[in-house]
């Protein structure tokens, strides 16, 4: 790695759009450190991929220091340039039902609350002092759930994602003046392997009438994370095909 080079750590990157943004900032150049609880994926390979990828169950509080130390080992000493934070679970009831606030309890809430919000917080208070060397830049993954309840998506997913937009606020307020802006994204209905049967109910009723490409939210990801949106922080970007009006 040149000194030059910028580095991204992506959670999230074995798919879908995690997938799109490995490849979109490793086309330009970037250094990316993916961490996922799976081992590197063979289905999203790219050049340096499995040295630069770090196993961690983001949803073990316990394990996060250990797994802040073994970041900072990859970085060596290197300044962070961005940080995204992509990985969330919104899992099902186990007959593949809605998981609601009735069919769900606090363990269940919990490990939902420590992917989607905790997390993220986590690896952004201990990562400080690489983002601010780098002058980094935070995107948070939202969801167009966080924001209307949502016919497939869980409820401990919905309000995850939006604790996890006011989360996105009070860190650009308090990161800002230390040079790192903090923004999210709000994906909409996203054509992923993950899509639930009945989508297409969905994308019938969007003013764009079609679903939302990978590739396309990973181009607004960069945007966010590169000069030409210096003076954004504290968005919230939905990406949706207008599903939000």
Known sequence: MSNAQKILLLTGASRGIGHAT???FSAAGWRVLTVSRQAFSEHCPWEGGEVNHIQLDLSDIDTMKSGLDIIREKLDGAPLQALVNNAGISPKGSGGERFST???????WLHVYN??????LILAQGLFNELVAGKGAIVNVTSIAGSRVHP???????????ALAAMTREMAADFGPHGVRVNAIAPGEIDTAILSPGTEGLVAGLPLRRLGRPEEVASTIYFLCEAQSSYVTGAEIHINGGQHV
């Not at 009735?102 to 269940?108: A, M, V, W």
């Not at 497939?152 to 939006?162: D, H, R």
């Open 152 to 162: 497939f998506a869980s409820s401990a997913y919905g309000t995850s994602k939006a």
């Open 115 to 120: 992917v989607n919000l905790f997390a993220p």
């Open 102 to 108: 009735l069919n769900s309890g606090y363990e269940d």
């Open 22 to 24: 490995v490849k979109r």
